[in-house]
């Protein structure tokens, strides 16, 4: 645990901040929480984490706030309303915001910040629910070098591959190439199953052939094995993905890069949330392709 930085506070324990705040708690730093969903985060109060009545309270005392809350509005929202975390935070305090968002946002937030002697860093990560739960989640970070290598233990905490992108927005524009790569990898994943069922052959052992080959990716290693099972069960909501594909879209048009790939998986993806699939998880994109489940 940094000994200089040991009172955090975590706003947003969905799927995957309940298990980073939860390998803080377990590091001996002193947690405070705030989510819309009070439910959400008793079992980190049950294991010691102290429950907070709003974003801007969580904020007062902490020495890092971390966000991880659902869409760019909710950011703003927590920080720059007036009873938010920029009006709370004491002076010094380093903002960590892990949210898919704008790097547009990350660098307002980051301008305000230093205008009131805070640090800002925008540290989206990958992963899924399998990397929060395991502590290895990837971290791509943005803003002033001397913050993020004061808050790298805390990163440490929940995260295996830690890396500086560059100054503030540089993190967001990190995690949109991410984005980017996974939504015409995930076509793909489910088209090969569909493809594999189709055919006749066993799902299972063909999985076992090309995922450790050059076809090989942590979609494919694990969530085509949910598909198999038939389990749609959010590691990340189809919304949060569509969020994300539909930032990357405008940061693109911005640049002037066309990118048919990312268009052509938003509007899959947007399908299949008009069929209901909103708050499943990314790999029921398999059900455009098929109406049966594989077995």
């Known amino acids: 645990m940094n000994n200089e930085l040991h009172k955090v506070a975590f706003i947003g324990t969905g799927v995957m901040g309940n298990s980073m705040a939860g390998h803080l708690l377990e590091q001996g730093y002193e947690v405070s929480v705030f989510t819309r969903s009070r439910e959400k ?3 980190l109060v049950e294991r010691g984490a102290v429950w907070k009545a709003s974003a801007g309270e969580a904020a007062m005392g902490a020495d890092v706030v971390i966000t991880m809350v659902g869409y760019p509005k909710d950011v703003e929202e ?3 309303r007036e009873n938010g975390i920029l009006a709370h935070a004491q002076e010094g305090a380093y903002l960590i915001d892990m949210t ?3 790097p547009t946002l990350a660098k307002q937030i980051y301008l305000k910040a230093k205008d009131r002697g805070l640090h800002s860093l925008d540290a989206p990560v990958s992963g899924g629910d399998i990397g ?3 502590g290895r989640l990837t971290v791509m970070v943005g803003g002033d070098e001397m913050a993020f290598h004061a808050c790298l233990p805390i990163f440490e905490t929940f995260g295996a591959n830690i890396i500086h992108q560059g100054e503030a927005g540089a993190g967001q524009h990190t ?15 489910c088209e090969a199953l569909a493809y594999a069922d189709s055919a006749g052959l066993d799902p299972e052992n063909v ?3 090309i995922s450790s080959g050059a076809a090989g990716s942590w979609s494919l290693s694990n969530l085509a094995p949910r598909i198999i099972a038939g389990n749609y069960e959010p590691g990340f909501f189809v919304k949060h993905f569509i969020k994300d594909m539909e930032i990357a879209l405008d940061e693109a048009d ?4 066309d990118v048919p790939g990312l268009s052509l998986a938003r509007d899959m993806y947007v399908k299949l949330s008009s069929q209901g699939e909103a708050d499943s998880g990314t790999q029921a994109l398999f059900k455009l392709f098929k ?3 594989i077995h």
């Not at 190439?177 to 994943?189: D, F, K, L, R």
């Not at 911005?254 to 890069?257: F, K, P, T």
């Open 78 to 80: 927590v920080y720059l």
């Open 100 to 102: 898919t968002s704008t």
């Open 291 to 293: 109406n049966t489940t």
């Open 254 to 257: 911005r640049m002037g890069l």
């Open 132 to 134: 929060a739960r395991e």
């Open 175 to 189: 995690k949109m190439c991410n984005q980017i790569a996974i939504a015409t990898n995930m076509i793909g994943v």
């Open 207 to 209: 999985l076992k052939s």
């Open 41 to 43: 985060a008793l079992g």
